[in-house]
């Protein structure tokens, strides 16, 4: 069993910046693709970014620019540095390891609100 904990959610001014972090725990052997995704109220979970096993990253186009993810791999943790935040990215961020076939695990979530 895999272990996923975010942190540094909050409430933040539209422009501002946050860092989120995922700290992974269990029954990790290898180092394994992560993610952030994000479900706003009413909405749909979404994908946010990706970072796999050898660094390769993907952004949905909302936060192109303006969001990047980030690994430490010797701390099992990734990164979400948030920057030029606007209120629709207020939403519940959750960060997700897979960890190989049936093995795809999720954290609880940190809130994030972006308000003035």
């Known amino acids: 069993q895999v272990q996923l904990v975010e942190s540094g959610g909050g409430l933040v001014q539209p422009g501002g910046s946050l860092r989120l972090s995922c700290a992974a725990s269990g029954r990790i052997f290898s180092i394994n693709p992560m993610g952030w995704y994000r479900q706003a109220p009413g909405k749909e979970r979404e994908l946010v970014a990706t970072i796999t096993s050898g660094g390769g990253l993907t952004y949905a186009d909302s936060v192109k620019g303006r969001f990047t993810i980030s690994r430490d791999n010797a701390k099992n943790t990734v990164y979400l540095q948030m920057n030029s935040l606007k209120p629709e990215d207020t939403a519940v961020y959750y960060c997700?390891?897979?960890?190989?076939?049936?093995?795809?695990?999720w954290g609880k979530g940190t809130l994030v609100t972006v308000s003035s």
């Open positions: 997700n390891m897979f960890a190989g076939p049936g093995r795809l695990y």
